[in-house]
């Protein structure tokens, strides 16, 4: 199956899944589901993104143990919801201060600042629910492993401290190793996840997932890398966002610190890297090394 038709595929299934557990549905001991918080919460996660961090997860869990199942998908569309979380609050007023998101208006100019606030507190509060759940795995060790691995991924040891640490940085100087590890922290630490989530969600063993934590490590800072260029050469039209920001707050790039053309060739390297990872599994290995070809050529 050729890349573009795959991410289509688990897209549409994250998408689906992502629907049912936004459901009013009250599961118990939930008292209930308020209509203007849930709304706000489909609103922000619903209806666009590439679906790139369940995407590898998924994908991760194909590599190493064959079709992933329903509570494979579920892992995933939670490192989903914390992903979407991560975007509402980012873009509030009171951090990067953003009006458009994936094409329309952020949760907080859709609804007001308190309910984006809020939607994104219920979104990453009901992640390590559906994480926790046995619907997502039956062995309780897969989904204390993954609960742990997620939770340090997105705190203050992760992407939450990688944002506090590009927040402090506007209007600062920063050394290449410094840019590398916010950005390791603040977008690399789910991809990362999402890579070797997969694999601890099939029972890989710990050889393959550290191999698989490594190809994410290095696709995520690919990520970033991409993502920086296109804030400088894409349109906000192409990106659905505002684009031109990190020169405009004074943020700390790699782009800013090496150029374009240098920035171009030290993302081809990571994908070449990302290639010599996966070498082992052959040709099982295409549609990952496809996605890291897409991470780094994508135009929004």
Do not use: W
């Not at 688990?10 to 308020?34: F, H, K, M, N, W």
């Not at 600042?113 to 509060?125: H, N, Q």
């Not at 993302?267 to 780094?296: C, K, M, N, Q, S």
């Amino acid at each position: 199956m050729r890349f573009s038709d795959r991410l289509a595929e688990v897209g549409s299934r994250i998408e689906d899944t992502l629907d049912g557990l936004l459901s009013s549905e009250v599961l118990a001991q939930e008292i209930i589901r308020p209509q203007r918080l849930l709304d706000a919460m489909r609103y922000s996660t619903l209806g666009g993104g590439k679906r790139l961090r369940p995407f590898l997860f998924v994908e991760t869990a194909r590599l190493c143990g064959g079709e992933p199942d329903h509570g494979a998908y579920r892992a995933a569309a939670a490192l989903e919801m914390i992903h979407c979380y991560s975007l509402v609050h980012d873009d509030l007023p009171a951090m990067d201060d953003d009006d458009l998101r994936r094409g329309k208006p952020t949760t907080h100019k859709a609804f007001d600042e308190a309910t984006a606030i809020l939607a994104g507190d219920g979104l990453l509060t009901y992640a390590f629910d559906v994480i926790a759940d046995p619907a997502t795995h039956a062995d309780p060790a897969i989904r204390a492993d993954l609960t742990l691995g997620l939770a340090r991924a997105a705190g203050h040891g992760g992407m939450a401290g990688g944002q506090i640490l590009d927040l402090s940085a506007e209007g600062r100087s920063l050394s290449a190793e410094e840019i590398t590890l916010l950005q390791a922290m603040k977008t690399g630490a789910l991809i990362r996840f999402g890579c070797e989530g997969g694999a601890v969600h099939a029972g890989a063993s710990a050889e393959e997932r550290a191999r698989l934590k490594n190809f994410g490590e290095i696709i995520g800072r690919a990520f970033q890398l991409a993502d920086d260029l296109l804030d400088v050469t894409a349109s906000e039209a192409d990106m659905g966002k505002k684009t031109g920001k990190d020169a405009e707050q004074g943020k700390a790039t790699l782009v800013g610190l090496y150029g374009v053309e240098e920035s171009r060739v030290r993302l081809d390297a990571l994908v070449t890297g990302a290639r010599e990872i996966l070498a082992p599994y052959g040709d099982r290995a295409d549609i990952l090394i496809a996605a890291a070809e897409f991470i780094a050529e994508r135009t929004h």
